[in-house]
């Protein structure tokens, strides 16, 4: 078994050898860059989603919908008779026509 400790083996060479300091230059770019996006990624939807839901109850009310039953059937009259049934829950519904 050789012995690695303290450069004995003629062959050893340092992670801090100056002949690497290019490669791990880049390589250290590229994990700074992958953690970068890594970050960007899981905070982007983050964002949206904390944004979409902040007090969402105080902005509700200013809300319009239109329900229209197009095709006349029972699935789009049961549609429209539970969406409007069901406006009155709160002072912060929105607003059905």
């Known amino acids: 078994m ?3 400790w303290n450069n ?4 050893h060479i340092s992670m801090f050898a100056k002949s690497l300091r290019p490669v791990l ?9 992958l ?3 890594s970050a960007g990624m899981i905070w982007a939807p983050m964002c949206i989603f904390l944004g979409a839901t902040y007090r ?3 902005y509700l009310y200013r809300i319009e919908l239109n ?13 429209s008779d539970y969406t409007i049934s069901h406006t009155e ?5 929105p607003v059905w026509h």
């Open 2 to 4: 050789r012995i690695y």
């Open 8 to 11: 004995k083996d003629p062959d």
């Open 25 to 33: 230059r880049l390589k250290i770019i590229y994990y700074m860059r």
């Open 35 to 37: 953690l970068l996006i």
């Open 56 to 58: 969402r109850s105080s």
């Open 67 to 79: 329900v229209m039953d197009l095709d006349g059937g029972p699935v789009g009259s049961a549609i």
């Open 89 to 93: 829950v709160a002072d912060t519904s």
